[in-house]
Structure formats: structure tokens, C-alpha cells
């Protein structure tokens, strides 16, 4: 089939999709319509839940695999939204939809992308095609619960919004619950240990907190407290009070470092939500990067989380859209953009894989 034939049948594939509700673990409609793919084009699938996968046809486990990978649950929509979510529609040149620049546009381009790429002999890698569910949830029966049921992966491009270019590497997260203490008393007396006001140096503290090592790509690491919560009623100084940190990490560290140091470190109570969503990175001489490279695509680094995350070899996140469209109002993707999308996946692959 011509490139142009295929890229249409994406668009029409993505357009399906959007039409369908796939909220995180409830996909099984847009697996079923993921699966009607696979079926129009002969194509031997397998599928885990609403997690759909399928392999070249000349797969040889001697040889490394390449995983393309994208999601294909969406977030709800927000209440901004003018347009109906699940109608899509194209005016301007853009597709309108829910799910359609995060991660739709990323998610069918990379399918045509395997489709071309099937039948195709003498790769110097496998090819595995995954789209995954409950990305949006991280949960835990995304691509990081699939990854046992896989072959073993060797490099990967994830796809979601990037405008084209490489990312190259992209921020891991930990989430840290603070407890500040002091002493429970009655408002009307004195109180020289109040938790709310020991809570103004934890918080200076926080703030002007950083962490030495910072990354080429991804910049140092980013510390942010997000939530605060103390007191129940206006004459009770409360015995302590929360504190939530979010910190974007880098990847000159490891989760677990980031945790070791924060704990020894502040003037508060800390305990880790979890340590396995760490930074994701590719080198920047892998050859993947190169072809990328060669067809005049800038490298930079992700501030934002994907199922790279979830991944132990190198990766590459890469796709159509613009991230800061996703989980936006009346969100879209061009048309244009798939169409590029799909012609870049292609052709990055050729200077990859032939």
C-alpha cells in the first residue's frame, strides 16, 4: 500500500478513536477498534487486556527489538471544553478530539509506521508494536505491567507529542508527603512550637533548596511544593501539618538517590509515594538520534512523564503534536502534522533499520 493510502487510513483509524470513550482502564472499545487494524492488514496481534501488541513478520529472536509504543486511553474532559470531545471533526485543517494530539496522532502514525514496515525483509531489528493502556493512570496494567508478556526490548521511540523533534531524554518523578510537627495547644495561649509557623522555614527551606548536578538535556532537577494542609478549626494550633513535594528529577540521578538525599537533608518529616517512574534518556551518538538527526530534527529534553518511564533500555520519545495541547480544552491535532508524523517515522526508520 502507498505511504499516502496509509496515512489516510491512520487519520480515519484516529478519527474512530476519538469517537470511542477510552477514560484509562476503560479502552477495551478502542483495543477492539486497534485490533480491527491489525485484522484489515493480515496481521497476526495479541492483546492483554485492552493492551493490543503485534510483531514484524519476520521476527528473529537473534536479532535486537525495536518497540514502537503509544497509548491509547485518554484523560476526562475538562469543563472548558466547547466542542463535544468525542465528536471528531476537522475545521482548518484540525482535528478536533479527545485524545487526538495526546497521544492519538502519535498512536496511529507509529501503527501505519509498523504497517509499512511489516512484510519488510532483512531488518537489522525486530520490530514490536504496542498500544498500551492507562498511561494517563500510570496504572498497573500499562505498558510497565505488559513489559513481562514481551519480547525483550532493546531500544524504543515512545510516541506522544513532541513536534517532531527528539526528545532525548525526559524528567523522572517522585512525590514526597511532608510532615512539619510541633506542639497542639489552645489558640488562646502561648505556643512557641506552632507547626504552622514551623512550616514557614520548612517551606524557605524547600525553595531555595537544589540539587548540584544538572543535566545537558533536562536541566537541573526541579522541586516544587504543591499542596498544604493543616488545621481543622480556628482555636486548635494542630499537632502538624502536610506538605506535598513534587520534584521532577534529572537524569544524573536515580528516584532512589533523590529520596536518600531529600530525607537526610530537610527540616521535615519525608516519606516517597514511589520511586519507579525514573527519568528516561538516549544517547545522543545512538544511531536512532542520528537518523533523526540527519533528516533535520532538533534533540531536547522532556519536562513531561510518558511509558518511557516505565522502560530500562534507551528510548526515544517522539510523535506529532504539541505537548501543551494535551489534556487542553477543545484539544486538536493537524492533520498536516499525522501526515508528517507518519512520513518522519518512516523515514527515520529507514536510516535505522535498512
Given at each position: 500500500m502507498q505511504q499516502k493510502e496509509l496515512t489516510e487510513k491512520a487519520i480515519e483509524l484516529l478519527k474512530e478513536l476519538i469517537s470511542i470513550q477510552s477514560f484509562s482502564s476503560e479502552e477495551d472499545k478502542t483495543a477492539d477498534a486497534i485490533e480491527n487494524w491489525f485484522k484489515s492488514f493480515n496481521i497476526p496481534f495479541e492483546r492483554h487486556l485492552n493492551n493490543v501488541w503485534a510483531v514484524n513478520q519476520h521476527f528473529d529472536e537473534s536479532k535486537p527489538t525495536l518497540l514502537l509504543n503509544s497509548h491509547h486511553d485518554t484523560v476526562k474532559p475538562n469543563s472548558a471544553y466547547t466542542k463535544d470531545p468525542f465528536h471528531p471533526h476537522i475545521e482548518d485543517g484540525k482535528l478536533y478530539g479527545l485524545g487526538s494530539n495526546d497521544a492519538g496522532g502519535a498512536l496511529v502514525s507509529l501503527i501505519a509506521t509498523f504497517t509499512h514496515y511489516y512484510a519488510e525483509e532483512n531488518l537489522n531489528h525486530n520490530i514490536l508494536m504496542v498500544a498500551s493502556m492507562e498511561e494517563e493512570s500510570s496504572g498497573p496494567n500499562s505498558l510497565r505491567g505488559l513489559l513481562p508478556k514481551l519480547p525483550h526490548i532493546d531500544v524504543a521511540i515512545v510516541g506522544e507529542p513532541t513536534l517532531l523533534d527528539l526528545a532525548i531524554a525526559e524528567k523522572g518523578l517522585?512525590?514526597?508527603?511532608?510532615?512539619?510537627?510541633?506542639?497542639?495547644?489552645?489558640?488562646?495561649?502561648?505556643?512557641?512550637?506552632?507547626?504552622?509557623?514551623?512550616?514557614?522555614?520548612?517551606?524557605?527551606?524547600?525553595?531555595?533548596?537544589?540539587?548540584?548536578?544538572?543535566?545537558?538535556?533536562?536541566g537541573p532537577v526541579k522541586l516544587t511544593v504543591t499542596q498544604i494542609n493543616g488545621g481543622s478549626q480556628h482555636n486548635v494550633v494542630p499537632a502538624e501539618v502536610e506538605l506535598v513535594i513534587d520534584v521532577r528529577v534529572n537524569d544524573k540521578y536515580t528516584n532512589a538517590e533523590i529520596a536518600e538525599i531529600l530525607k537526610k537533608e530537610a527540616p521535615c518529616e519525608l516519606q516517597e509515594r514511589s520511586l519507579k517512574l525514573n527519568s528516561s534518556a538516549i544517547d545522543k551518538d545512538h544511531p536512532l538520534v542520528k537518523s533523526g538527526i540527519a533528516l533535520g530534527r532538533k534533540t531536547y529534553g522532556s519536562p513531561t512523564?510518558?511509558?518511557?518511564?516505565?522502560?530500562?533500555?534507551?528510548s526515544l520519545k517522539l510523535g506529532p503534536g504539541d505537548s501543551t495541547r494535551s489534556h487542553s480544552a477543545d484539544e486538536y491535532i493537524y492533520v498536516k502534522e499525522i501526515e508528517d508524523g507518519v512520513d518522519l517515522y518512516i523515514k527515520l526508520l529507514k536510516g535505522f533499520l535498512l
Open positions: 517522585v512525590v514526597f508527603d511532608a510532615k512539619v510537627k510541633g506542639t497542639p495547644s489552645h489558640a488562646a495561649h502561648p505556643n512557641d512550637n506552632n507547626s504552622i509557623y514551623n512550616t514557614i522555614e520548612v517551606l524557605e527551606w524547600f525553595k531555595n533548596y537544589s540539587f548540584p548536578k544538572v543535566s545537558e538535556a533536562l512523564l510518558s511509558d518511557q518511564a516505565a522502560l530500562t533500555c534507551q
